[in-house]
């Protein structure tokens, strides 16, 4: 029993830690803010009943609220998936703590008129941050899930086995991809993006072509390319 629990232990030990190093934390492919969520419910009284009413004792009380959410807001920490949108979220609330200043301000001078564009400002702001993080198109999210555990899981540690696995999840999720409509929101984008997503659907073509010579340096390049042409995607919606 002594030797088994010993070879066991060697055997452990002489793991490659790239192997170790596997464990995937799903929750980094979330795209899920909680506290974002649960704030929504202030900007919707402030936006659908205290603003068009001009209810200006109900943007008063809502004031702890707004405060209390940014606060949250500042604290939170973007899951990985995610990582690529920090200076974006970070700006953002940068803004807003600004508009939140504007918003107290006008309480302070009771001034009715700023605070009723104040207002409007708060709830176009916590818009922009649900854009921030919210995927324009659910196919290119549904890409960049795989993408990810790719890019910062395999391709580091240079897993061969599970860099072809997903090279060939992708290269089904971008058939979706090619057949995704913009919203009409950004419809006037559509052009940009139709000429981005060809340019990443070649680059994952290459991709795929070079893995069958198994040149790691080739391999890593394509792969570079590749998220390299799916950010000029994602930038699109900038």
Not at 54 to 76: A, F, H, R, T
Not at 179 to 198: D, G, I, Y
Not at 231 to 237: M, P
């Amino acid at each position: 029993m002594f030797k088994f629990i010993t070879l066991l232990s060697i055997i452990v030990t002489l793991l490659p830690l790239s192997l170790l190093a596997q464990n995937i934390n799903h929750d980094e492919l979330s795209t899920s803010i909680p506290e974002l969520t649960d704030f929504h419910s202030t900007i919707y009284e402030l936006w659908h009943n205290a603003w068009p009413n001009k209810d200006i004792e109900k943007l008063n009380q809502l004031l702890p609220e707004i405060e209390s959410g940014y606060k949250k807001l500042i604290e939170v920490k973007l899951p990985g998936i995610l990582r690529d949108k920090e200076t974006a979220w970070s700006k953002n609330l940068e803004t807003f703590y600004e508009i939140i200043e504007e918003y107290k301000n006008a309480i302070s001078k009771d001034d009715t008129i700023g605070l009723l564009n104040a207002a409007e400002k708060v709830h176009s702001q916590f818009e922009a941050l649900v854009r921030t993080i919210k995927p324009v198109v659910k196919e290119l999210d549904d890409f960049h899930k795989s993408l990810y555990l790719l890019y910062h899981y395999y391709l580091p540690d240079y897993n061969y086995d599970k860099i072809k696995e997903s090279v060939d999840t992708l290269l089904i999720k971008i058939e979706k991809l090619n057949k995704a409509e913009l919203p009409k929101r950004v419809k006037s984008r559509e052009k940009e993006f139709n000429k981005a997503r060809k340019e990443l659907n070649s680059a994952l073509k290459d991709l795929k072509s070079v893995l069958k010579s198994k040149d790691k340096q080739k391999i890593i390049d394509k792969i570079e390319l590749m998220h390299t042409k799916y950010q000029a995607v994602e930038a699109v919606f900038d």
